[in-house]
């Protein structure tokens, strides 16, 4: 029996032409597309809009901040640059990227109705939710849905008469400043995500996704598919001689250099540091992923995305620093300054959704910890840790994880009507750590 060798292009291609059908000609009013790391969600959500536009239909289009918002402007305006695109934006000083100025199909205004005649009209969410007294657009696109409150999306319900709702379920649940359990397993639960509310409501919904990444190596994609996506299998655009990392000096025998040397000949690299209950700002820990990102950049690595491409400099811009907390990226920053070090992307996995980067080092949610909390153990936190690079990561970590786990209780109460999520924190942790502990370097400081 002969197999059929997988083509990424043609099924990203295929399943593009399923989703844009479903929403230019299906004939129910919303359709959910589920999409893992770098599948290329900006891309449909701009290819959506101009088939939309290009068929004559009024359309809004939703994002979560004003980041994502300027960025869909500017690739809309570049695609199609004859398209009339309205930035919707606030009153605040500098609100919009003010590059969108010295677009001539690009018109900006803080008001809807100003820009309500316009093709497309691309603002947040939190900015739609106070548009009133304008004709509903016969399509939205909602961008980043999966990232979007159930609350803000019923303030912007009454804007449009169907909907293409697009995001990543693997990644972060909405953010909420307060408290949210006394509406938990309420079926209009304000903290819910706006897709799962959705689709619990309106269960006949179809439920498409991409089933490529072309962000993450065919050494990543594996582990973050079983781990984070168990019902939404995806596989790497490229295949295992694609991506590669190469250094332009020999290692020096150290740790630091030994990891990286692990995680360019397999795209994983597990730090780990003497077990140890520390401080969440944990001194060693911290020196050690700075001292990793100085190798990065003195032994001149160079990153290869395709077979037939040259390697590029991975120079600081290209490499990122992943933590769990504010105050561990903060103390991470300051020691990349100690060293010399600038112009490396340092930040909390909240703040690197949705970028990507050659390298990425992180630390470990659990490094050091004495217990396993439902904040550390979220799965969408260690998701988005784990899929922001093209050709490596590295881990730095206490050892000690497995047994951390291992002596987790379930304490947690059972909450009625209250969808459980799967995989859990708990069984992604333990994948994870089960496939980094076969790429081990031992480091003692």
């Known amino acids: 029996m002969t197999t059929t060798a997988f083509d990424p292009a043609a099924a990203a291609a295929a399943a593009t032409a399923d989703i844009l059908d479903a929403t230019l000609h299906g004939e129910h009013r919303g359709v959910v597309v589920d999409s893992p790391p770098g599948a290329g969600k900006s891309t449909l959500v701009v290819r959506a809009a101009r088939e939309l536009a290009a068929a004559g239909r009024r359309l809004m289009i939703i994002a979560q901040t004003n980041a994502q918002v300027d960025d869909l402007v500017l690739r809309l305006a570049a695609k199609e640059p004859g398209l009339p695109v309205g930035r919707l934006h606030s009153s605040d000083p500098d609100a919009y990227d003010k590059a969108l100025d010295t677009l001539p199909n690009v018109r900006t205004s803080a008001k809807a109705t100003d820009l309500a005649a316009l093709d497309v009209v691309v603002s947040t969410a939190a900015k739609w939710a106070h548009v009133r007294g304008v004709e509903p657009w016969r399509h939205a696109i909602v961008d980043e849905a999966y990232q979007m409150r159930s609350d803000a999306l019923l303030a912007v319900a009454g804007l449009f008469e169907r909907a293409l709702f697009v995001g990543d379920p693997g990644q972060l649940d909405p953010f909420s400043i307060v408290g949210a359990?006394?509406?938990?397993?309420?079926?209009?639960?304000?903290s819910a995500s706006a897709v799962s509310t959705l689709l619990a409501h309106n269960?006949?919904?179809?439920?498409?996704?991409?089933?490529?990444?072309?962000?993450?190596?065919?050494?990543?994609?594996?582990?973050?598919?079983?781990?984070?996506?168990?019902?939404?299998?995806?596989?790497?655009?490229?295949?295992?001689?694609?991506?590669?990392?190469?250094?332009?000096?020999a290692s020096d025998g150290s740790p630091h250099d030994r990891v990286l040397d692990e995680?360019?000949?397999s795209g994983?690299?597990?730090?780990?540091?003497?077990?140890?209950?520390?401080?969440?700002?944990?001194?060693?820990?911290?020196?050690?992923?700075?001292?990793?990102?100085?190798?990065?950049?003195?032994?001149?690595?160079?990153?290869?995305?395709?077979?037939?491409?040259?390697?590029?400099?991975?120079?600081?811009d290209r490499v990122a620093v992943g933590t769990a907390h504010r105050d561990q990226a903060a103390a991470v920053r300051a020691a990349l300054t100690d060293l010399g070090v600038t112009g490396v992307t340092v930040d909390t996995a909240n703040r690197l959704q949705g970028r990507e980067f050659d390298v990425t080092v992180i630390l470990h949610p659990?490094?050091?910890?004495?217990?396993?909390?439902?904040?550390?153990?979220?799965?969408?936190?260690?998701?988005v840790l784990t899929s922001r690079h093209r050709n490596a990561c590295v881990v730095v970590c206490r050892a000690g994880v497995a047994d951390l786990l291992d002596d987790h209780p379930s304490t947690e109460p059972v909450q009625l009507g209250v969808t459980v999520k799967f995989p859990d924190g708990w069984e992604a942790m333990m994948s994870t750590w089960d496939r980094w502990s076969s790429h081990r370097v031992v480091c003692r400081p």
């Open 181 to 190: 359990e006394q509406w938990a397993g309420l079926s209009y639960d304000p």
């Open 203 to 249: 269960p006949e919904l179809p439920q498409l996704r991409l089933p490529v990444s072309w962000r993450l190596p065919s050494s990543a994609a594996g582990l973050v598919s079983r781990a984070f996506y168990p019902y939404t299998p995806f596989r790497s655009g490229t295949g295992p001689e694609d991506r590669k990392l190469t250094f332009g000096t």
């Open 263 to 265: 995680a360019a000949a």
């Open 268 to 316: 994983w690299g597990l730090l780990e540091l003497p077990a140890r209950h520390t401080p969440r700002t944990d001194p060693e820990a911290v020196r050690a992923v700075a001292t990793v990102v100085r190798r990065v950049l003195d032994r001149g690595a160079a990153a290869t995305s395709t077979a037939d491409t040259p390697p590029t400099p991975v120079t600081a």
């Open 366 to 383: 659990l490094s050091g910890r004495p217990d396993a909390t439902a904040f550390h153990l979220e799965t969408g936190r260690l998701c």
